[in-house]
């Protein structure tokens, strides 16, 4: 079967032996992925250690073929969503086939075991799926473009979020870095769960205009680069949802942080590199929250899933772009050109 073989520095198409069923394992028809904005840094290494070589590809929505004697949650014919993420509890979790350690992100002789063991990821035809790592859609067999679902982890990663700070119904919410994929997600599952108000912020204004003609709901803010400025552009909120890429300062952040109303929650779970210089009087005063979130669980997929299957949540607000697995190169430039409320789904 084709695959893309992630190695130290580059990724290639390459013909491989079909994975072969072990124990724990679901044997996956995969139907689209989602390639990241970010993936050619991924590759590059610029974002963690990648168990080269490997199939590279963290989650898609795939048509199960077979299962081990051993699993009992899917079956043959099932729809399912990879989320990647496989958890041993103590804080020792990993992304098959990606990077990014749970815990403490060092890792542990562990994780270097289930990475050994749970190593090839989804970019392929078809995967070797660790059980926990699936959840069952059901009633997606009949979803007219199942390449649109390869959206969906997105979505669960920003439900997750938001659910962290508990229920967004009739709440002032901000997503900053709304422009990106994981912020364009974020706005559409809090609008979707009935959120008083999204305060969409970031700095590209296409992307801005964007969100604005989703729904009256939908306030935006350009990023100033001035905290206080950006502060009261931002508020006040109820919740703030940093999803933020690899941004080198935590301006944007802290302008979130103080843009809370009192008892407000926010949230982490984008990519920004830098400490957050938290006031400890002013967290405790403001009876403030700080929360992180990373990707999700299987009651926040069924969750976003019930969304989309209900038409709560309508994904043709996203731009579907596909890809085959034929020129990776092409492909990762597409993807990297490709964010805001939209995508590239790998279609094998
Ligand atoms: N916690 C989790 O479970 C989880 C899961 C998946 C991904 N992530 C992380 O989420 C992050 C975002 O992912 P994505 O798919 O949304 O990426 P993306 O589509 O590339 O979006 C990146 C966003 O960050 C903004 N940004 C980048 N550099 C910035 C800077 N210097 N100042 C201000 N804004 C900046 C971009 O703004 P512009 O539009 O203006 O360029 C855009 O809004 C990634 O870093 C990823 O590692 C976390």
């Known amino acids: 079967m084709q695959a ?14 079909e994975p072969t069923l072990k124990g724990g394992g679901v044997l996956v028809e995969v139907l689209a992925a989602h390639l990241p904005a970010y993936t050619r840094a991924v590759v590059r290494g610029n974002r963690g250690g990648l168990p080269v070589p490997l199939v590279l590809g963290p989650s898609c929505v795939g048509r199960v073929l077979d299962v081990a004697p051993d699993v009992f949650h899917v079956e043959p014919g099932d729809l399912v969503l990879n989320t990647a993420l496989l958890d041993a509890g103590g804080g020792d979790e990993i992304l098959v086939g990606w990077v990014g350690l749970g815990g403490s992100g ?28 699936l959840v069952k859609l059901p009633g997606a067999e009949t979803y007219p473009e199942p390449a649109r679902l390869a959206f969906l ?53 296409d992307a801005l205009g964007r969100l604005a003609k989703l729904d009256p709901r939908v306030r935006t803010h350009r990023l100033t680069g001035d905290r206080a400025t950006d502060a009261a552009g931002i508020g006040p909120v109820d919740v703030a949802v940093d999803t933020l890429g690899a941004a080198p300062s935590a301006e944007a952040t802290m302008a979130a942080y103080d843009s809370l109303r009192v008892r407000g929650t926010l949230v982490l779970v984008g990519g920004v590199r830098e400490e957050l210089p938290v006031p400890y009087g002013d967290l405790m005063h403001r009876r403030l929250t700080l929360r992180g979130s990373w990707m999700s669980d299987e009651r926040t997929v069924t969750t ?39 995508f590239v789904a790998l279609v094998p």
Do not use: Y
């Open 4 to 17: 893309w073989i992630a190695t130290a520095q580059d990724v290639r198409r390459a013909e491989v032996p």
């Open 106 to 133: 060092a890792g542990s002789a562990r994780t270097d075991r289930m990475r050994s063991v749970w190593r090839d990821g989804v970019f392929a035809e078809k995967a070797l799926c660790a059980k926990e790592t």
């Open 153 to 205: 982890p997105w979505l669960c990663v920003a439900a997750t979020g938001l659910h962290a700070a508990g229920a967004v119904a009739g709440r002032d919410v901000a997503v900053i870095g709304a422009t990106g994929q994981l912020g364009g997600a974020a706005v559409l599952t809090a609008l979707a769960e009935g959120a008083a108000t999204v305060t969409a912020v970031g700095r590209n204004e």
């Open 304 to 342: 976003a899933w019930h969304l989309v299957r209900s038409g709560v949540l309508d994904l043709s607000a996203i731009e579907l772009l596909t890809a085959g697995l034929d020129d990776p190169a092409a492909a990762l430039d597409l993807a990297e050109r490709t964010t805001g409320l939209g």
